[in-house]
């Protein structure tokens, strides 16, 4: 009998939790495992990062305090919408060695076949990856040619903020826009928020 916990999130208000848990109660009930804890993020959209997701840092968290043996959630994408974000997600739950079944994709890291196909989104996600940083650094190169500065100035460049907002618009987290492009945590925030200013 295994210790399970379940993660349910919907992205606004007006949307229902209920029958997410529904389905992830009968899925319990049919294997003979026990649900211990129940992490809820409501009204909180998929596209937002850890930190900005408490009830799934609370789950990272007891999973690596050994909590539970298994997450059931009822679709990948209530785990998250971001590949990159997903993939981390994944890997740090693999490494606490708990399990995780997605209950509409059928897979279930705990079978041979879920291992697999968790092994493939991640090598899909470092694909992703690598060709990003391969964009970025053309087009950064291609600034230098024009006679553009690089590097952490107190102005950033058009073509640093362009590649910031790309970026982060593909899911890439904070550390690693900033450790690809180069530039401070201080700088990606103020180059997000004059984007969200701009964009108002």
Known sequence: MKRVAAYIRVSTDKQSTDSQLVAIKDAIQRSGDV????????????GKCRKDRPALDSMLKDAGAGK?????????????????????????????NVD?????N????ST???RMI????????????????????????????SGKKLGRPSNLNTST??????????????KAICRTLQIGCGSYYGI??????LAA
């Open 106 to 109: 059928d897979l279930d890291t």
């Open 68 to 96: 539970f043996d298994k997450v059931i959630v009822w679709d990948i994408t209530r785990l998250g919408r971001s590949l990159s974000d997903l993939i981390a997600t994944l890997n740090e739950v693999q490494k606490s």
């Open 100 to 104: 995780l079944q997605f209950l509409q």
């Open 192 to 197: 997000t928020k004059e984007a969200q200013r």
């Open 35 to 46: 649900l211990v804890q129940v992490y809820e993020d409501h009204a909180i959209s998929g």
């Open 161 to 174: 903020k362009t590649a910031v907002l790309e970026l982060k618009s593909r899911g890439m987290g904070v």
């Open 118 to 145: 968790f092994q493939i989104c991640g090598a899909i996600g470092e694909f992703e990856r690598s060709l990003i940083r391969e964009r970025v650094k053309a087009g950064l190169d291609k600034a230098v040619r």
């Open 112 to 114: 041979a076949g879920g």
